[in-house]
């Protein structure tokens, strides 16, 4: 994977050579192979290389093809190569030596701007073309790689991150107030209602599935074809289910194993991780390397407080599965002295916005730092796991049932769910009627609140932003379903969704030297597992049925058919910070006395809320929304304050 950056300009003016200094220089921070730079008298490409896979090794890239004068510069790994072989009539001999951004102008040749809808992978490139004097662009259908850019005066510039832009004169570090009106106001974890938007005005990035082409001084982006849904396989047994997402997923993983340097993976004591896992071992099974895996553990002297159906130290499970595949060279991280509150600066540099994922910051930024001193090249995860491979929720699957008055299912389903984990039947059914009739649910209780918001009234008042939530396909909490089969179509439909997760994956791997990988997320695991009757899905009191299947043999039973308890990671958040209780409590009173904060966040909520907090509060306080409104609102003050140069 790679930087890449460039300047095209539409009216054609000279690139500035001071322009690409200071557009190119400002990536010298980051570790990296090799630096190439392509230029004409109007256009520059730029690539930071960083080399993961073993074609990417001494490529040529920026790329040019002087017989048809395009010139490609990409930030990408290709998945399916050999189908794209096929397409493109690539001998298997030549296959194995090209490289992936190679591939890309050849598809860019034969399909033209419809060519990302031929491409499985992690990617975003920009092609010039000299003849006709024209960009174009795309980011993958999930937004894995980030890709930002600037269009004023018939000049475009783009930047797979954000600060590079800014070094260029022209343009300025302004806030876009509708950004940070959305930011603060939405309390769920979407941070934006529109997927171009950025915090700063002018800068905007290209959203998942979409294209990008500027030609004759105008600039159109629009969302490419990549089908996510599918009809129904209609294959004729439940051995048919298993062998097909068995095989599918397979392929995903051998794809994202691809490099000449070492292999990681995050492994957590769930299902989705340890299946990566399992699965990456029996594709690594010849090959003799070993596989690092990287478990966030609680610190010392932790004491589990959470409730009986939850774990806060996943150790045991995690300690199973090490134990059952082999060639696994396990780390237990605890990171002793970090917590959410002293991984802000850090986490501001690298995210360059506002962020609200603050829970695992330290430990994600952490798992990437060591595995950089393993010498780490791919870092498997199993995260977009929940919507794709152990897709299966049982208490809105048996509303469904509800609503199809399918009784007697229902019935013998639930008795069995109930014994599997351990919780009973009353209690199950008040929570399925619940998902079953929503509407009368909501009827009977008028009083619900709305979620706490951050924004300051005044600031809410002058940038409508309630306005614009409330004609958006979400709402304050980030989501307008109480369903899970509508929460996924939502999932793979809006890409405002999908962009936190590429953004920051791709700066803490350009920081790291290193790609996370996450074969869960692969489209060709997305559009099968899309495709899945229900019951294929949940079964016989078995949530998340079919992967429990596939991975019989391949991770052990005691992960395999754990449906009792789940983990709750951070769950020593608090204890964490007590050391630095003190100093949260000075930040936050200084915050309330400026005037920028005054300005832009909620003070009175913020301030209600910290007269409860002067002493460190119990352990769950963690997970609170009191809590997360200081820690955002806190996050949000240093940003503002180091845009200010303070």
């Not at 008042?461 to 109480?482: A, E, H, W």
């Amino acid at each position: 994977m790679s930087a890449i950056y460039g300047i095209f300009h539409s009216d054609k003016k000279s690139v500035s050579p001071e322009h690409i200094d200071q557009l190119a220089g400002a990536y010298n921070s980051i570790p990296v192979d090799n630096v190439q730079i392509w230029r004409s008298n109007n256009a520059f490409l730029g690539c930071h290389q960083q080399w993961i896979t073993p074609e990417s090794v001494g490529e040529q890239n920026p790329l040019y093809d002087s017989k048809q004068e395009l010139t490609v510069t990409a930030d990408a790994i290709i998945d399916n190569r050999e189908d794209l072989a096929s397409l493109l009539g690539i001998g298997s001999k030549a296959l194995k030596t090209m490289t992936d951004t190679e591939i890309i102008l050849l598809a860019y040749k034969k399909w033209g701007d419809s060519c990302p809808s031929y491409l499985v992978g992690d990617f975003s490139f920009f092609i010039f073309d000299q003849k006709e004097q024209s960009l174009f662009g795309a980011r993958d259908f999930s937004g894995t790689r980030s890709v930002y850019y600037n269009f004023q005066d018939g000049a475009f510039s783009f930047s797979t991150t954000i600060k590079p832009l800014l070094n260029l004169p022209y343009i300025r570090a302004k806030i876009n107030e509708k950004w940070l009106s959305e930011y603060l106001a939405i309390f769920g974890m979407i941070e934006t209602i529109e997927a171009n938007s950025t915090i700063y005005e002018g800068i905007f990035q290209l959203p998942p599935s979409h294209s990008i082409i500027v030609s004759k001084g105008k600039l159109t982006v629009k969302q490419y074809t990549s089908n996510v849904f599918c009809s129904s396989k209609g294959l004729k047994s439940d051995s048919e289910y298993e062998e097909g997402l068995r095989d599918v997923f397979q392929k995903a993983v051998n794809s994202r194993v691809r490099t000449h340097r070492g292999i990681g993976s995050h492994l957590s004591g769930g299902l989705d991780s340890s299946s990566v896992l399992g699965f990456a071992a029996r594709a690594l099974s010849e090959s003799g390397k070993d596989i690092h895996t990287y478990s966030y553990v609680p610190i010392k002297n932790y004491r589990d407080w959470t409730p009986r159906n939850r774990i806060g130290d996943e150790s045991s499970f995690i300690a199973k599965t090490v134990n059952y595949i082999s060639g696994v060279e396990a780390n237990y991280l605890s990171f002793q002295e970090s917590n959410s509150y002293n991984e802000i600066d850090n986490f501001l540099d690298i995210y360059e916005m506002p962020y609200k994922f603050f829970e695992n910051s330290y430990w994600v930024r952490g798992i990437y730092e060591k595995a950089q001193t393993d010498g780490v090249g791919v870092l498997l995860k199993g995260a977009r796991g929940n919507w794709t491979v152990s897709w299966g929720p049982a208490l809105d699957y048996y509303a469904l049932l509800v609503n199809r008055l399918r009784l007697k299912k229902l019935v013998n389903e639930v008795n069995l769910y109930s014994e599997n984990i351990g919780i009973g039947r009353k209690q199950l059914y008040k929570i399925i009627m619940k998902k079953a009739w929503p509407k009368v649910h909501n009827a009977l209780r008028p009083d619900q609140t709305s979620p706490p918001t951050l924004i300051n009234e005044e600031f809410a008042d002058r940038s409508k932003v309630f306005q614009r939530i409330d004609d958006s396909p979400i709402n304050l909490n980030g989501t307008k379903t109480q369903s899970f089969y509508q929460a996924r179509k939502d999932h793979f439909h809006y890409p405002i969704i999908w962009n936190t997760t590429g953004t920051i994956g791709t700066k803490l791997s350009l920081k790291y030297k290193l790609q996370d990988r996450d074969p869960t997320n692969d489209l060709r695991v997305v559009q099968y597992c899309n495709s899945l009757p229900e019951k294929q899905c949940v079964r016989d009191g078995v949530d998340r049925s079919l992967i429990r299947r596939i991975t019989k043999g391949v991770i052990p039973d005691e992960v395999r058919l754990n449906q009792k308890v789940r983990g709750i990671q951070g769950s020593d958040g608090i204890a964490r910070m007590a050391s630095e209780w003190g100093n949260f409590n000075l930040e936050l009173e200084q915050l309330v006395n400026d005037p920028i904060s005054n300005e832009y966040l909620n003070v009175g909520l913020m301030k209600s809320i910290m007269t409860k907090n002067k002493e460190v509060p119990k352990p769950s306080y963690f997970f609170y929304g009191e809590f997360k409104i200081l820690m955002r609102g806190i996050i949000s003050y240093r940003f503002l304050k180091q845009l200010e140069g303070r």
